[in-house]
């Protein structure tokens, strides 16, 4: 049995996907469908069970010894969320007891940290584990502190314990795909300007508040959520690999850059105006992302980024521009 939290969100639908598209069975899926469009995130999946996050640990103690691995990719993921008990709630304490249920009970942990933990990367973009390094980073919002203060505590564990047979914390740096409608305007932006280049208008991206990046100019590592679920299920097929990685690309590429690319993917020419960032995100914004993928590298992982232009293509005419753009 694997248990995948957050399931029914965009990074946890899409590993739902291809773990049952490399022939993986008893999926369980933990998350809170609502009343909105999430349940079509996962309305192609043949799961074992839908479980509510207040009744997973009464499931977890019914079902010991037969989960193999939980993916914890639930998270209160907002930037933008302000009250920071309960992000420490849902961020830390939860992925906490899940560490601690797996390493009591020999089941594999795979955790989602977040490239936000960087802060806004001025000590660089490396997923060096070293209790000095990550002493060093300072997030620039409750969302990325709760993911580093994990990231730490991880790291006290690995020293001491408890630790599971495997695990690992990927950094995900700027993930577009399928399966993200629900997320509104926490959605990626290739999501925010089809709506737009379809109908032939200009999209407005933020103007720059830094004399070192023109307006679009800012940088960030998009990465085709097909990559990172690629990078998932080597680790699942990797039981000796353990560590906290980036999951990025390693190149850095603009919103400018980005637009265009949704444009052209409807075979239309860019047309981009400029907007104020608003002044509550300007002191937290990064303008600069772009992850160091040799960690990653150096633990055995072949697969290679999908460039940029080729990820935007496959999200807009196989997805966006299909009657049914769920995976």
């Not at 490399?22 to 479980?51: E, M, P, S």
């Not at 620039?140 to 505590?153: P, Q, T, V």
């Amino acid at each position: 049995m694997i248990i995948v939290t957050g399931g029914a969100g965009f990074i946890g639908s899409n590993i739902l996907a291809g773990l049952e598209e490399r022939g993986h069975g008893d999926l369980v899926l933990v998350d809170r469908l609502r009343d909105g469009v999430k349940w079509r995130n996962v309305a192609k999946r043949d799961l074992a069970d839908i479980v509510a996050p207040e009744a997973l640990p009464a499931f977890l103690d019914g079902h010991r010894g037969e989960v193999s691995a939980i993916l914890h990719m639930g998270a209160i993921s907002a930037t933008t969320e302000r009250d920071a008990d309960r992000i420490i709630e849902n961020n830390f304490r939860l992925s906490r007891d899940l560490w601690l249920w797996c390493a009591a009970n020999g089941a594999r942990f795979v955790y989602a940290s977040s490239a936000a933990t960087y802060g806004d990367g001025a000590l660089g973009f490396d997923d060096d584990f070293s209790p000095a390094a990550l002493a060093r980073l300072r997030p620039l919002n409750a969302y990325g502190w709760s993911k580093h203060l994990f990231d730490r505590k991880v790291r006290h564990w690995v020293d001491s314990g408890p630790v599971p047979p495997q695990w690992a914390g990927l950094k995900f740096f700027n993930v577009y795909g399928p399966n993200e409608t629900h997320k509104g305007p926490q959605s990626s932006v290739v999501s925010q300007i089809h709506p737009v280049a379809r109908r032939g208008e200009s999209f407005a991206l933020f103007k720059s508040h830094d004399p070192r990046y023109a307006d679009g100019g800012q940088l960030r590592d998009f990465v085709w959520i097909g990559d990172v679920v690629d990078i998932v299920l080597w680790l699942l097929e990797t039981p000796k690999v353990s560590g906290l990685f980036n999951v990025g690309t390693g190149r850095a590429r603009s919103f400018a850059d980005l637009a265009a690319a949704v444009y052209r993917a409807l075979g239309a020419e860019p047309a981009l105006t400029y907007r104020d960032m608003p002044e509550a995100l300007r002191d937290k914004y990064q303008y600069f992302t772009q992850a160091e993928m040799g960690r990653l590298r150096a633990a055995g992982y072949p697969g290679q980024a999908t460039p940029l232009e080729e990820g935007v293509r496959r999200y807009v005419q196989d997805y966006l521009e299909q009657a049914d753009p769920f995976r």
